[in-house]
């Protein structure tokens, strides 16, 4: 299994020569099993995901949206491959039954006038939309079987956790957690992971002063995957005023916590 981090800022994307160690594109994960591809959001890191795609010769891959917040869809309409007749894309999403909506409703709605110049029907490849109640089990094929759990964010979100050949990994973002306790679906979603990826997007003593903005801490990332007995935790969806500098303390701090915990970088590559 392997694991490629495109985006990993969280709310809205950065510039700037204060960036360039961690990334500024938001976020955008891929696990690729073999010949499978799967995409976990599809925030502007998915803009440089789409020439790699057509390098490796990929004519599918699936695309799972944590929710469609702006700073987790915004890279969609740029992801170059939707633009080919001979690629196909299922669009999965976890959290829109419950408000009455599909996916293709949401996508469409922020590819359109007069947010958008440019309509969902202009994509040429064959794109399937697939929702689910979040908490559901889904057997994806070729071995790989995707669990799924509610979090706690505005509007809702969906946590995953792809299982293959042995290797587990865990992508949990957006969430907020209630201080002083672990989250018990996230718990049983992760017991045992190799690589949990956790929305680490303020610091313990930065959460107080965001508390309803749906977010999590990067020390209650640490806490949980000991508690799960998790092998590796990935600190992500960074805070866009986490600049490189800000990004390194909370490395260094972090591996002072647990020394299997690391900050995720736009362009890090990891094989489990």
């Given at each position: 299994m392997?694991?490629?981090?495109?985006?990993?800022?969280?709310t809205?994307?950065?510039?700037?020569?204060?960036?360039?160690r961690?990334?500024?594109?938001t976020s955008?994960?891929?696990i690729a099993?073999?010949?499978?591809?799967?995409?976990f959001?599809?925030?502007s890191?998915?803009?440089?995901?789409?020439?790699?795609?057509?390098?490796?010769?990929?004519?599918?891959?699936?695309?799972?949206?944590?929710?469609?917040?702006?700073?987790?869809?915004?890279?969609?309409?740029?992801?170059?491959?939707l633009?080919?007749a001979?690629?196909?894309?299922?669009?999965?999403?976890g959290?829109?039954?419950?408000?009455?909506?599909?996916?293709?409703?949401?996508?469409a709605?922020?590819?359109?006038?007069p947010?958008?110049?440019?309509?969902?029907?202009?994509?040429?490849?064959?794109i399937?939309?697939?929702?689910?109640?979040?908490?559901?089990?889904?057997?994806?094929?070729?071995?790989i079987?995707l669990?799924t759990?509610?979090?706690?964010?505005?509007?809702?979100?969906?946590g995953?956790?792809?299982?293959?050949?042995?290797v587990?990994?865990?992508?949990?973002?957006?969430?907020e957690?209630?201080p002083?306790k672990?989250d018990?679906e996230i718990?049983?979603?992760?017991?045992?992971?190799?690589?949990?990826?956790y929305?680490?997007?303020?610091?313990?003593?930065?959460?107080f002063r965001?508390?309803?903005?749906?977010?999590?801490?990067?020390?209650?990332g640490?806490?949980?995957c000991?508690?799960?007995?998790?092998?590796?935790?990935?600190?992500f969806?960074?805070?866009?005023?986490?600049d490189?500098?800000?990004?390194?303390?909370?490395?260094?701090?972090?591996?002072?916590?647990?020394?299997?915990a690391?900050?995720?970088?736009?362009?890090?590559q990891?094989?489990?």
């Amino acid at each position: 299994m392997r694991v490629r981090f495109w985006g990993v800022r969280g709310t809205i994307p950065c510039a700037s020569s204060s960036y360039l160690r961690y990334g500024g594109n938001t976020s955008c994960v891929t696990i690729a099993c073999k010949d499978r591809l799967l995409i976990f959001d599809a925030g502007s890191g998915i803009r440089p995901l789409g020439p790699w795609v057509q390098s490796q010769g990929f004519l599918a891959a699936d695309l799972f949206l944590s929710h469609v917040h702006w700073d987790h869809i915004q890279g969609l309409p740029f992801f170059k491959p939707l633009y080919q007749a001979d690629f196909s894309l299922a669009v999965w999403a976890g959290n829109l039954q419950a408000q009455g909506l599909t996916i293709q409703e949401a996508l469409a709605e922020q590819m359109s006038e007069p947010f958008f110049p440019i309509a969902i029907d202009r994509f040429a490849a064959d794109i399937i939309f697939r929702d689910f109640m979040a908490g559901q089990t889904i057997d994806l094929g070729d071995g790989i079987v995707l669990r799924t759990a509610p979090l706690n964010h505005p509007q809702g979100a969906t946590g995953y956790r792809v299982d293959y050949d042995g290797v587990s990994v865990c992508y949990v973002t957006d969430t907020e957690h209630r201080p002083g306790k672990l989250d018990p679906e996230i718990l049983t979603l992760i017991h045992g992971a190799n690589l949990v990826i956790y929305d680490s997007t303020y610091t313990d003593q930065e959460f107080f002063r965001y508390a309803g903005w749906g977010h999590s801490t990067w020390q209650q990332g640490v806490r949980l995957c000991q508690a799960a007995e998790v092998e590796q935790l990935a600190i992500f969806h960074h805070d866009p005023d986490h600049d490189d500098n800000v990004m390194d303390r909370i490395a260094e701090e972090a591996h002072d916590m647990w020394p299997d915990a690391f900050v995720a970088k736009e362009g890090q590559q990891l094989t489990l």
